[in-house]
C-alpha cells in the first residue's frame, strides 16, 4: 500500500483454468482455459530433458504462450512466507507459508534453456509485453506445497 513499508505481491490478474475460481478471493482472477504438456526424457547417461509448452487464452482477448526446453539441474530445497495482496482491493491480503524446490535453469551464473518462446498479447497484457522485454531468469519447481492463511483479525 502507499506510503507503507509492507513487503509482499500485488497481484493484478490471475489467469484461472478453472471458471468457479473467478474471480476468486483476490477479485483479479479471469477465466483462462489451459492447454499444458510435458515431457521428460532421461538419456542412457542419466541427463534429463524437459520439454514443456503452456497456452492461456482467456475470454477477454489475453494470450499466453510458453514453450520451453532444458537440460535439468540439481534442485535446492527452500521455505519462504510471502504476502500477496490485490490489486482491486490492496488491504486484502493472504499469507503463503511454502516449500519448494528450486532448479535454476537460466541465471547470470547458468544457462541450461535449449529453446524458449515467450508471448503474451492482448488487452490486458499488450501494454506489459511490446517485444522489448528480455528474458532474464527461468527456474524450474519440481515440487511445490504451501499453506494459505488470512491475517489475524
Request: proline residues 7%; contains cysteine.
Amino acid at each position: 500500500m502507499k506510503g507503507s513499508q509492507t513487503g509482499g505481491t500485488m497481484l493484478f490478474r490471475i489467469y484461472s483454468s478453472s471458471a468457479g475460481g473467478v474471480p476468486g478471493p483476490y477479485g483479479v482472477s479471469v477465466h483462462a482455459p489451459a492447454n499444458m504438456e510435458r515431457k521428460v526424457r532421461i538419456d542412457p547417461a542419466g541427463i534429463g530433458t524437459v520439454e514443456e509448452s503452456w497456452e492461456f487464452k482467456s475470454q477477454d482477448g489475453d494470450s499466453i504462450q510458453l514453450q520451453i526446453q532444458y537440460a535439468r539441474g540439481a534442485s535446492t530445497p527452500d521455505k519462504a512466507e510471502t504476502k500477496f495482496y490485490s490489486a482491486a482491493k490492496p488491504e486484502f491480503y493472504c499469507i503463503y507459508r511454502s516449500e519448494q524446490s528450486t532448479d535454476v535453469v537460466r541465471s547470470p551464473a547458468a544457462d541450461r534453456v535449449q529453446k524458449v518462446l515467450f508471448k503474451a498479447f492482448g488487452p490486458t497484457l499488450s501494454p506489459l509485453f511490446d517485444g522489448s522485454e528480455q528474458l532474464i531468469g527461468v527456474t524450474s519447481d519440481p515440487w511445490y506445497t504451501r499453506q494459505t492463511f488470512l491475517p489475524a483479525s
